[in-house]
């Protein structure tokens, strides 16, 4: 739907694991904008067309959402760990002629950017990550309160179909208390959403995504433990957002990386869709800033 991103192209890119669908546009410096979950990349619709006044922004649908392909989870769901996600855009972006770029990520696409900065440093010159404290610090201190506004991490890693098919039964109305407010998402954005999620293998590979997360995602992340990312950092979080409540943001990552500045937005979760303005400035700032090349 390249109406809702002015003048940028629709591609379709082959990786080694996926077939990846995105929008691209502007010109300057590379910038991937990566979303979460139960959406794809028109999250970023309110943003990507300011952000292409200054930079080439590469807006994709992650592997197992959207129009993007979706595999099968294959053996300990290896084919949706986040580092599987994470090589299809370092593949993406070789393919456009980006070795090296800028990336944000929200919500689960922030989970990826995260892993992306962890295995491939070199590919990243500054990172910015979205309503998100790292997975496996999620996952050891998680509490009451955060499980009970969480709950979809544990009801969609159940086994044997039990997520797809209750999900299934009534995609819509699972879709609607996902995003929490759907009046903050035009309708015909929504009705893209929709016709998106309720695909069946969508909700397959989305809950396989999820199955990673709880899985091969945090093995990976514990040999992680200990090495902080260099490069530049900045976190949003979601002032009325259940994802970073209870948490003292910068805190968290500064244990996690050696440089990071980051603010709460005046939002619930979808801070690109709620509050567009204020993650606008906040990003641009970042991104347009000085020290672009360091790290």
């Not at 499980?147 to 209750?166: K, V």
């Amino acid at each position: 739907m390249t109406e809702f991103f002015p003048g940028f192209e629709r591609r379709r890119i082959e990786t080694s694991g996926a077939n990846i669908n995105l929008v691209t546009g502007g010109s300057g410096p590379p910038l991937l904008l990566l979303h979460g979950y139960p959406q794809t990349h028109l999250m970023w619709r309110k943003l990507g067309p300011r952000l292409a006044a200054e930079f080439t922004v590469v807006a994709p649908d992650l592997r197992g959402y959207g129009d993007s392909s979706k595999p099968p989870a294959g053996p300990e769901h290896v084919n949706y760990a986040k580092r599987a996600l994470a090589q299809d855009q370092v593949e993406t972006m070789a393919a456009l002629g980006f070795e090296r770029f800028c990336v944000a990520g929200h919500d689960r696409g922030a989970r990826v950017a995260h892993r992306l900065a962890r295995d491939h440093p070199e590919r990243v010159q500054r990172l910015a990550l979205l309503d998100i404290v790292p997975t496996l610090y999620r996952f050891e201190t998680i509490d009451q309160k955060a499980a009970t506004a969480s709950y979809h991490w544990f009801f969609l890693i159940q086994p044997g179909g039990l997520p797809e098919r209750l999900i299934g039964a009534e995609p819509e109305f699972f879709l609607r208390s996902m995003l929490r407010d759907p009046a903050v998402f035009e309708p015909e954005i929504f009705a893209e959403y929709l016709r998106c999620f309720k695909n069946p293998e969508t909700i397959r590979a989305t809950c396989d995504e999820y199955r990673a997360g709880a899985t091969i995602d945090l093995a990976y992340d514990r040999v992680d433990q200990g090495h902080r990312l260099a490069m530049p950092l900045l976190v949003l979080w979601g002032q009325r957002s259940s994802q970073g409540s209870g948490y003292d943001v910068l805190a968290v990552w500064r244990n996690h990386a050696e440089n990071v500045s980051g603010q709460a937005i005046d939002s619930g979760h979808f801070l690109a869709e709620e509050a567009p303005d204020a993650t606008y400035r906040a990003l641009h700032s970042f991104f347009s800033g000085k020290g672009r090349d360091r790290g």
